[in-house]
């Protein structure tokens, strides 16, 4: 087997034992980049210098015999929304179109502690908003399992490249489902930490509530891998959590006996697609024969997550999105009258329209005579929504919905309806308003698209999360590299 | 325009906003040098510029600054409070928001006492104290046709200090003013210069006949860069909006640009297009919570205020409120009358005339603080106590105190050294007396035909037959004496 | 509902002609309206968490400062160590 298609675990013990180089194993990733990233497109940058070196540095120290990180050596795909010091980080934006970081994000700075090795930057929706890659200023991302499909979004590079070999795995960033969705949409997996575990500093912001970095893998072992890596308290972002994380590799055995699953109707209701609900209860049913316990919950709030989350997201996204303004860095309108005609034009041409609306829809909310009717509303809800989660976990241990109400869509199929677009957010951004920790795994295919199934657990239970996955994964069988048509065997 | 109106019918209301730039060692979000006049943009990083990405984190010092501030000024300090977005574009503001306070700021409801020129007391109220960031300097040269930021002060710690509308003058602006600056240095939380913009004000003035309760229409006057300036605003917006007033006009509410050069006001917008802020909570940064064991601390360790001192000066020690304000003006010169007082055993008013004096022209001429110098408050008032006592002249003092500035010598070792003491035994000065009066009978004759005059010029002899030493109060009680017997 | 899209624009400092204002329009109905679905509660906003207060940084001076051509140099324009903007209105 080729050693792009081995899980990361897999790498890193043939690393430690020698069995194959970090070299090797690199170059084989770009081989494989090289060959269907022009189908897939899941790649905005490629660092082919700074991953070679890294993973020489790897080698020299394994011939050395000098201990390394478990991820050392193992080729990873990073979000374009994540400042990565010296390469380029454009947020698949026009606006950062040129922009290369001075700096590194606190993640980024883990991951090379722990020689990782870096393959380039992945295609995303712009800043972070929309749910399919496809308001990307530089490309479309296709979905490795049809072509004609989105990969979901907005870290859509990162599921597809994980999903299709082009990487061993890969940081997203979820800010409403953005990591979750296209994990199901590409088969693969995706974990949304508890909001304060994994630090921001240095991840371009969309919604700084609800931002979170987290791990997109094959399988749940990887996940736990790269989410050891990337956790703990940073001193450089005050809503950073100061508190101690156990090895989430540990107690991954997949045992439920005596997991107590919530299952909330609200999750289950009309909008959902009867195949995928029924994919996802039969899922549950699995597990209730292994020894879980199903609970029926109810999370009566639902019906608003979807206003509340946009009205927030967009209000901060509006506030955090000001700073691009042609002053600093970035794109700069060419010709201007005056200070204000450099503004507005920096924006309108630096910008796409998913940006743009939500902008407008953030300004609006928070302008006056508008505020207490949206934004401190949406608060107050969210505030709700928060509180029936917490209710909920003194009744089961995870609750289990589906991660997506339907399965990937054809690319330019909701390309024009703003609305329709978000609705595919309505299970996954309560998770988000509540910063719980939540992760997809792939739980069969309707028509050979894949389906996820997400757990939800409550604060920094991410080990519980693992194990309940790890547990659907057993019966499914761990995610393989897509085969790509026509690139294959060459 | 027409004649001067009669401002006797109106009454002038001022409120002040004051911002003054707290002196941390670093910034107020990030770990750069908080320091005025380095070189353009050399203490920058990725979260004072904004680059994508970097996140703010709040100084610890800023918030205890801020409470002691509060304390100094009888506020109300919220030990749960939090930070807000206040959005607006601008070259010198890299978010394009300025983290601020909106509807919880860390102080509140308080007051201060300021006195004025009248020896009349004014309390003036504090609406509220709240912690913020400054924003970068914009250079311009009339040579470019742009504008050049500077963001070494980008992120610089600031409070802003709001006062009630309880302002009646320039002259109760001007007091106000001028008593935060002191308990600001007072404080030693910030550097309160003027010139340097790390203190500065915004002025919102009103005015209402006499006797009406309702305020009238505020205008908001920006770009006052000193306290003078803001005497002369007041002043000419005050006149300027009775003016309107008295020739049927009505005051729109306005923001307006002072113009210090040309000493006039000129409106920059409406309140119709007034910014619309967005104020919302700062999703970066969580809850402050401040120790309240902690803030009692503070409170504990505030040092006696200057308008405190002042007013006590004045009251239990008699010094003129003119020489009061002079001594607590300067940290060191209180510091030192306060010593003395400690020490004791001669008179405040000497005390405070030899600080306002002396020390406070060698302190000028050698631009230095005098705790710099050999001067300590026991040998001030060794020396001052000596005077009184009559055992040296007042320029013999002078000349010790010129001595012991630079050395270490002990006054009364420079005393004898010097040969200063004065002769203050009645049996020598009766002596030199009788030898004066024998050889200059003219004069004592001139005296008795009413030239009183002519008593100096004996006791001018006496002092320099004494080779200066005479005690000239006892010769001169001795000339008399035998003159009239 | 009547929104004000010029406003919100001109708020936002994106510079929008007629055709865009129109499409804009229509978008922004259909968003507000989506968001407008909230409960008539009236429950406080607490917007304050004491029980996870805020870590405040020490006031202790970086040690690794950045150098100025570290941070300037995304600058679209500089001109002796300081970023070019057009002239400001109130200078
Ligand atoms: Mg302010
Ligand atoms: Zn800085």
Same mark, same amino acid.
């Given at each position: 087997? &080729?050693?792009?298609? %081995?899980? @990361?675990?897999?790498?890193? #013990?043939? =690393?430690? $034992?020698? /069995? ?28 082919? &210098?700074?991953?070679? %070196?890294? @993973?020489?540095?790897?080698? #020299?120290? =394994?011939? $050395?015999? /000098? ?424 | ?485 | ?91």
């Amino acid at each position: 087997m &080729e050693l792009y298609k %081995k899980p @990361a675990y897999l790498l890193s #013990e043939m =690393i430690k $034992k020698k /069995e194959c180089s970090a070299v090797e194993i690199t170059q084989s990733f770009f081989n494989r980049i090289g060959n269907i990233d022009e189908k897939i497109g899941a790649y905005i940058t490629l660092n082919n &210098e700074g991953a070679l %070196k890294a @993973a020489k540095v790897v080698d #020299e120290k =394994i011939a $050395k015999g /000098e201990a390394v990180s478990p991820i050392a050596g193992v080729p990873i795909g990073i979000k374009d929304n994540i400042s990565t010091k010296g390469l380029l980080t454009t947020c698949a934006s026009k606006m950062l179109y040129n922009y290369v970081p001075p700096f590194n994000a606190t993640v980024m700075e883990k991951l090379i502690s722990n020689d990782s090795v870096i393959l380039g930057k992945l295609n995303m929706d712009e800043f972070a908003m929309g749910s399919s890659t496809e308001s990307s200023y530089f490309k479309l991302t296709r979905n490795p399992h049809n072509l004609d499909k989105v990969p979901g979004g907005s870290s859509g590079g990162s599921a597809a490249s994980v999903a299709a070999g082009e990487c061993a795995f890969a940081l997203g960033t979820d800010t409403g489902g953005s990591i979750r969705m296209p994990a199901a949409y590409c088969g693969v997996v995706g974990l949304k930490p508890t909001y304060g575990t994994v630090s921001r500093y240095g991840v371009v912001a969309f919604a700084s509530s609800f931002d979170q970095v987290g791990p997109i893998a094959r399988n749940v072992k990887d996940i736990a891998l790269l989410y050891n890596a990337i956790c703990g308290y940073d001193k450089l972002e005050a809503t950073s959590v100061k508190k101690s994380y156990p090895d989430f590799t540990k107690g991954i055995s997949g045992n439920v006996k005596g997991l107590r699953i919530g299952i909330p109707a609200e999750y289950f209701g009309k909008g959902v697609d009867s195949e995928v609900k029924e994919k996802v209860l039969s899922m549950v049913k699995e597990l209730e024969k292994q020894g879980a316990k199903v609970i029926e919950i109810n999370l009566p709030s639902t019906e608003y997550a979807l206003s509340a989350y946009y009205i927030i997201s967009s209000a901060e996204a509006s506030s955090n999105l000001a700073r691009f303004d042609g002053v600093r860095y970035g794109y700069r309108a060419k010709e201007y009258d005056n200070l204000i005609d450099m503004y507005e034009k920096t924006r309108d041409e630096g910008f796409g329209d998913e940006v743009k609306r939500r902008i407008m829809l953030g300004t609006f909310v928070l302008s006056s005579g508008y505020f207490d009717a949206y934004y401190k509303k949406a608060k107050v809800v969210a505030q709700n929504i928060t509180k029936e989660f917490n209710h909920a976990f003194e009744e089961c241990d995870v609750i289990a919905t589906p991660t997506t109400p339907v399965t990937a869509f054809n690319i330019g199929e909701n390309i024009n309806d703003p609305v329709k677009m978000c609705a595919g957010d309505i299970c996954t951004v309560p998770i988000n308003i509540a910063g719980l920790p939540a992760i997809s795994v792939p739980c069969g295919t309707i028509c050979k698209m894949p389906v996820g199934i997400q757990f939800i657990a409550n604060k920094f239970n991410e080990n519980i999360l693992l194990n309940t996955a790890r547990a659907v994964e057993l019966i499914n069988g761990e995610a393989e590299v897509c085969e790509i048509s026509g690139q294959e065997g060459k | 325009m027409s004649s001067k109106v009669s401002n006797n019918d109106y009454e002038i209301v001022v409120g002040l906003e004051v911002h003054a730039e707290l002196n941390t060692v670093t910034k107020a979000y990030c770990s750069c040098k908080n320091s005025f006049g380095l070189e353009v943009n050399s203490q920058i990083c990725p979260i004072c510029t904004a680059l994508p990405g970097a996140l703010p984190t709040l100084n610890e010092k800023v918030v205890e600054y801020a409470i002691k501030m509060g304390h100094a000024l009888n506020c109300k300090i919220n030990n749960v409070t939090k930070q807000d977005r206040k959005n607006y574009f601008y070259p010198d503001l890299p978010k394009a928001y300025q983290i601020s306070q909106f509807d919880i700021p860390l102080c509140e409801h308080g007051y201060l006492d300021v006195l004025l020129d009248d020896g009349e007391e004014k309390r003036i109220g504090v609406t509220r104290i709240h912690i913020e960031e400054d924003a970068g300097k914009l250079l311009h040269d009339e040579a470019f046709s742009g504008s050049l930021v500077d963001f070494n002060r980008s992120s610089v710690p600031l409070i802003e200090i709001v006062s009630e509308p309880d302002i009646r003058s320039s002259k109760e602006a001007k007091a106000y003013l001028e008593t935060i600056k002191s308990i600001l240095k007072y404080l030693n939380i910030s550097d309160a210069k003027m010139q340097e913009g790390s203190i500065r004000c915004d002025v919102n003035v009103s005015v209402r006949k006499k006797r009406q309760k309702e305020f009238g229409t505020r205008c908001e006057m920006k770009n006052v860069n000193s306290f003078s300036a803001a005497m002369r605003a007041i002043d000419y917006e005050a006149n300027r909006q009775i003016e309107v007033i008295e020739n049927g006009g009505v005051i729109n509410q306005e923001t307006r640009r002072w113009d210090d050069v040309k000493g006039i006001s000129i409106a920059m917008r409406s309140k119709e297009d007034a910014q619309d802020y967005r104020y919302f909570p700062e999703p970066d940064l969580g809850t402050i919570v401040v120790d309240k064991t902690f803030i009692q601390k503070l409170k504990d360790e505030i040092p006696e205020l200057p308008h405190i001192k002042q007013k006590r000066y004045i009251k239990e020690l008699g010094i003129p409120q003119v020489d009061a304000a002079l001594l607590v003006e300067n940290l060191d010169k209180s510091r030192l009358f306060d010593e003395c007082m400690d020490i004791g055993g001669c008179s405040a008013k000497n005390v405070s005339n030899w600080i306002l004096g002396d020390v406070s022209k060698v302190m000028n001429d050698l631009n230095k603080s005098i705790y710099d110098t050999n001067v300590t408050a026991e040998k001030l008032v060794e020396i001052i106590t000596l005077i009184e006592k009559g055992e040296i002249s007042t320029s013999a003092g002078k000349t010790v105190f010129e001595e012991i500035l630079s050395s270490d010598k002990a006054v009364s070792q420079i005393v004898d050294e010097k040969g200063l003491k004065q002769i203050s035994d009645s049996g020598v000065i009766e002596q030199i007396v009788k030898d004066v009066l024998s050889e200059n009978e003219k004069s004592i004759n001139d005296y008795k035909n009413g030239k009183t005059n002519a008593l100096g010029f004996l006791v001018g002899q006496c002092m320099k037959r004494s080779k200066g030493k005479a005690n000239p109060a006892l010769a001169k009680e001795l000339i008399l004496k035998y003159i009239e017997q | 509902m009547d929104i004000n899209v010029k406003h919100l624009a001109k708020l936002s400092m994106l510079k929008m002609d007629e055709k865009q204002l129109e499409k804009f329009e229509k978008d922004m109905q259909d968003i507000v309206k989506m968001v407008q679905k909230l409960p008539k509660i009236q429950g406080d906003l607490i917007s304050l968490d004491p029980e996870n207060p805020m870590i405040l940084r020490e006031d202790k001076l970086s040690e690794k400062p950045f150098t100025r051509a570290e941070i300037l140099s995304n600058a679209p324009e500089e001109i002796a160590g300081c970023i070019v903007v057009p002239k400001t209105l109130e200078s």
